[in-house]
């Protein structure tokens, strides 16, 4: 799909990466220009600026609404690696002490 833009000239509607919409969002707040300046030069049109705009605003929201103050949790993985770091361990004391029984013998 083309755009129109000023002088009946048509151009590619051009499609930002994940990392270039950022980009965007980050002059934007950074106040390196008007939305049109920032338009042009990255050679989209200004609806796009704004779409972006809206979408790291609303993005943003929508994490802040879901965090919690202090220090984050562990993770399922973090805790299951602790848990089976915490058998190892256990495992380990249990062989060194079989080792250390003589044959034969049994504690009771």
């Known amino acids: 799909m083309a755009e129109q833009q000023g002088g009946g000239q048509r151009r590619r509607k051009r499609h930002l990466t994940p990392?270039?919409?950022?980009?965007?969002?980050?002059?934007?707040?950074?106040?390196q220009g008007t939305q049109r300046e920032i338009a042009d030069r990255w050679g989209i049109d200004r609806s796009t600026v704004t779409h972006i705009i809206?979408?790291?605003?609303?993005?943003?929201?929508?994490?802040?609404?879901?965090?919690?103050?202090?220090?984050?949790?562990?993770?399922?993985?973090?805790?299951?690696?602790?848990?089976?770091?915490?058998?190892?361990?256990?495992?380990?004391?249990?062989?060194t002490v079989l080792r250390t029984v003589p044959d034969g013998v049994t504690e009771h």
């Open 54 to 95: 809206k979408l790291a605003k609303r993005g943003a929201l929508e994490r802040l609404a879901t965090s919690k103050p202090g220090r984050p949790g562990k993770s399922a993985a973090e805790l299951a690696l602790e848990d089976a770091q915490a058998e190892i361990e256990r495992l380990k004391s249990t062989v």
């Open 19 to 31: 990392q270039e919409k950022s980009q965007v969002w980050q002059e934007v707040v950074a106040g």
